[in-house]
């Protein structure tokens, strides 16, 4: 089936550095993909989607580019703020050969992020 | 535009109790989604509504059960609790369920004892 493997966490920067999360994907059909976002106490929030290959979603600085030869979905900030500190979560939304999802979103694991001042 | 709201925000019951959750989606949303989040298991689909129908389903026990009602409200229901029920439940809505985006509720907490 559909699966999302996510880099292991968790993460920690100094405020200004550069980030990269890994994500690849497994998936039949054309999938969309998705980063999100959780901060403590919330629910998620959507970062950034591509819909196609090639395509590169970005929000906030945060960027990634939807690679079908290499099946990945990488994070990436050139600076990042304390503020940033969160769980990230790559996700994809499946599509049968009707082109229809149904409403599921396969979730990676999610890579806890910390940035220090 | 509201977002998507979800009541109760916490819960706490006892093994062997039933529990229902309740999901808004955002107005002209028809399609909401269900999630289970622990931190063993990470975010895992429960299942789809639109339009009053489940369309889809994940790999979940019979226990957990699902409506939506004609304004697109959508309630969540787990009965017979055991521990390890024990999670956050997110819910989620877009227009059709289809590869469009998926907007989240704050999720409710429920703790079984």
């Known amino acids: 089936g559909n699966s999302v493997t996510q880099m292991e966490g968790p993460v920690t920067l100094s405020e200004e550095a550069f980030l990269t999360i890994n994500c690849t994907y497994t998936?039949?059909?054309?999938?969309?993909l998705f980063w999100y976002v959780q901060y403590p106490g919330e629910g998620l929030q959507l970062l950034l989607k591509a819909t196609k290959a090639d395509d590169k979603g970005s929000n906030k600085g945060f960027e990634a580019t939807y690679r079908k030869e290499t099946t990945s979905f990488h994070l990436e900030k050139g600076s990042v703020q304390v503020s940033d500190s969160a769980v990230y979560f790559c996700?994809?939304?499946?599509?049968?050969?009707?082109?229809?999802?149904?409403?599921?979103?396969?979730f990676g694991q999610g890579t806890i992020l910390t940035v220090h001042p | 535009k509201a977002g998507v709201t979800q009541t109760p925000r916490y819960l706490i019951k006892t093994r062997g109790q039933q529990v229902t959750l309740s999901c808004s989606p955002i107005?002209?949303?028809?399609?909401v989604s269900w999630y289970q989040q622990t931190p063993g298991q990470g975010l895992q689909f429960l299942f789809e509504?639109?339009?009053?129908?489940?369309?889809n389903k994940g790999n979940f026990p019979g226990r957990f059960s699902g409506r939506q009602f004609s304004n697109s409200r959508s309630e969540m229901n787990v009965s017979t609790l055991e521990l390890g029920d024990s999670a956050l439940y997110l819910c989620?809505?877009?227009?059709?369920?289809?590869?469009?985006?998926?907007?989240f509720g704050p999720g409710t907490r429920l703790l079984v004892l």
């Open positions: 989620a809505s877009s227009f059709f369920g289809g590869l469009e985006t998926q907007y």
């Open positions: 996700a994809l939304s499946e599509s049968n050969a009707g082109g229809t999802s149904y409403g599921k979103l396969t």
């Open positions: 998936a039949t059909g054309y999938p969309s």
């Open positions: 107005s002209g949303h028809r399609s």
């Open positions: 509504y639109f339009s009053e129908t489940q369309r």
